[in-house]
C-alpha cells in the first residue's frame, strides 16, 4: 500500500505550519540535511527519500513543537505557501507524505518533485529554496539528551 499524500488543495496554505528540529540557517545543516534526505526510511519503505518534519493541519506552532519534544535549542518553520513558492520557483513542487511514527502522531516526510518525479538527492538549488522557505526560533519545549 501506497504512503498517503497530503492533499494541499484541502488545507490553508496560508495557515498550515512545518516544522523540523535544527536551524536549517546553520552553515553544517546543508550537510546534515543531504545526508538526512537520503536515509532509508524502515516504516514507509516506499518512501527512497524524503526529510522528517511535523505536520497536521489546524495545529499552531506551539502544539507541534511540544509535540516535537526536540533537543535542538533551535526550531525550523515555515508556513506551506512559503515552501510551495520557494521550490515553483526553481520549477519543483512539495509533496509531504502522511507518515505517523509511534511517538510522533503528526510526524510527515517531506519529498520535493520535479515534473512529477521524485527528487532523489537535493541539489544546492533544492537545499537553498528550503532554506529560504525556513525560519528559526528558539525551542521552547526542548528536551535536553543526558
Do not use: W
Not at 511517538?103 to 527528487?119: A, C, I, M, Q, S
Amino acid at each position: 500500500m501506497a504512503t498517503p499524500e497530503v492533499d494541499f488543495s484541502q488545507v490553508s496554505l496560508l495557515t498550515e505550519l512545518v516544522l523540523r528540529g535544527g536551524d536549517v540557517h546553520d552553515p553544517r545543516a546543508r550537510e546534515i540535511l543531504q545526508e538526512q534526505y537520503t536515509r532509508v526510511n524502515r516504516s514507509y519503505p516506499d518512501l527512497s527519500v524524503g526529510l522528517s518534519c511535523l505536520f497536521r493541519p489546524g495545529a499552531s506552532f506551539d502544539e507541534l513543537a511540544h509535540e516535537g519534544s526536540y533537543p535542538n535549542a533551535r526550531l525550523s518553520v515555515t508556513i506551506t505557501q512559503r515552501l510551495h513558492d520557494e521550490l515553483a520557483a526553481i520549477g519543483c513542487e512539495l509533496a509531504l507524505y502522511i507518515t505517523p511514527v509511534p511517538r510522533f502522531p503528526d510526524h510527515h516526510t517531506l519529498v520535493v518533485k520535479r515534473l512529477g518525479g521524485v527528487e532523489t538527492t537535493l541539489r544546492d538549488e533544492v537545499l537553498d529554496a528550503l532554506i529560504r522557505a525556513m525560519i528559526t526560533v528558539s525551542n521552547p519545549y526542548r528536551q535536553r539528551k543526558y
